[in-house]
């Protein structure tokens, strides 16, 4: 990652992968007040395409306004800048990473009269937990880590210093040998995964928690309610036990970089048979469908880099 050839979009020009570089004493890496994107490009029918740009873009800016920043760049220009980097890099597929940071100006916890940056990145990614996972199915873990609450450092907003509380969790996930973390929240419901939504099946019902529950509001989160329209699935939205999970009959993770990720175990509890379930695929498949441009319903949802 650190020494390659390719672009990164920074504050408004095109800049050496190698050159991409800000001052130690950049603020948002002493407090972590930043936000960030995480979006894909799909080589879809008909040529590359960015999937949900608008939308991505639309939470950068939300999460900017949350945090109380400016961002130096109309949504316009921001959405122009990330097919310009996957021009750029010449790339068929992969993963952006906008990310808005304050400047270094000035240290001491209050980042007023400080500069906003912006840059993006891209770069190639395949099945972020792992194409095995994809078919058979991850091994999921209840985290000891309790997810943010809704008053602390604001859910809605996809923020740099959330990430610490996935990362923690996800660590001690992966180091007791499962695939990734799934937290609750302060009342102990259901939130998310480390960096991904949870869906459950029952009785062939589709649930996921709803956003009190702390979770991020997931782009691939609400492209999964617009499929189980289509599939004629009904889709609730509610507060989720534990126990509930582990009497599912399927349950499955969405995200950007997860895409449509099945849960075969919590916490050494096989979910259903435990492996992908038959609702999960079918779901799965209609994501895959959309995401490449094999359905026309969703063509707008493709940005064409
Ligand atoms: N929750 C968390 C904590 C995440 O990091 C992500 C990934 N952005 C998601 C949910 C899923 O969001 P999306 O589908 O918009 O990528």
């Not at 990720?261 to 509890?269: A, G, K, M, N, W």
Request: with cysteine.
């Amino acid at each position: 990652m650190d020494d390659r050839d390719g672009k990164i979009w920074m504050d408004g020009q095109m800049v050496e992968w190698r050159d991409a570089k800000i001052h130690v004493l950049t603020h948002t890496l002493h407090y972590g007040c930043g936000a960030f994107e995480g979006v894909r490009a799909y080589d879809a029918v008909g040529g590359t395409a960015i999937f949900r740009l608008r939308e991505h873009t639309e939470r950068l800016f939300n999460s900017a306004k949350i945090l109380r920043m400016k961002i130096p760049f109309s949504q316009q220009e921001v959405m122009d800048a990330q097919c310009a980097v996957v021009r750029e890099n010449q790339l068929k597929s992969g993963y952006l990473r906008p990310l808005i940071w304050i400047g270094s100006e000035k240290l001491g916890v209050s980042p007023k009269g400080n500069t906003v940056h912006l840059m993006v990145a891209a770069w190639p990614w395949g099945a972020y937990l792992g194409e095995e996972g994809m078919k058979r199915g991850i091994r999921v873990k209840t985290s000891s880590y309790t997810r943010h609450h809704v008053n602390i450092t604001m859910t809605q907003a996809k923020t740099v210093s959330n990430y610490t509380n996935s990362i923690l969790a996800n660590m001690e996930a992966t180091d007791d040998g499962y695939d990734e973390a799934l937290l609750l929240d302060a009342s102990g419901f259901v939130s998310e995964g480390a960096g991904e939504n949870l869906f459950i099946i029952k009785n062939g019902v589709v649930y996921t928690p709803d956003l009190s529950a702390g979770a991020l509001n997931g782009i691939t989160r609400n492209t999964i309610f617009a499929i189980c329209q289509d599939l004629g699935l009904k889709l609730v939205e509610k507060r989720i036990t534990r126990d509930e999970v582990y009497i599912a009959d399927e349950a499955f993770f969405t995200g950007t970089a997860a895409e449509v990720t099945p849960i075969r175990e919590l916490d050494r509890i096989e979910l259903g048979a435990g492996m992908r379930g038959p609702i999960t695929e079918k779901i799965q498949t209609a994501f895959f469908d959309i995401v490449n441009g094999r359905n026309a319903k969703y063509a707008e949802w493709l940005t064409r880099v």
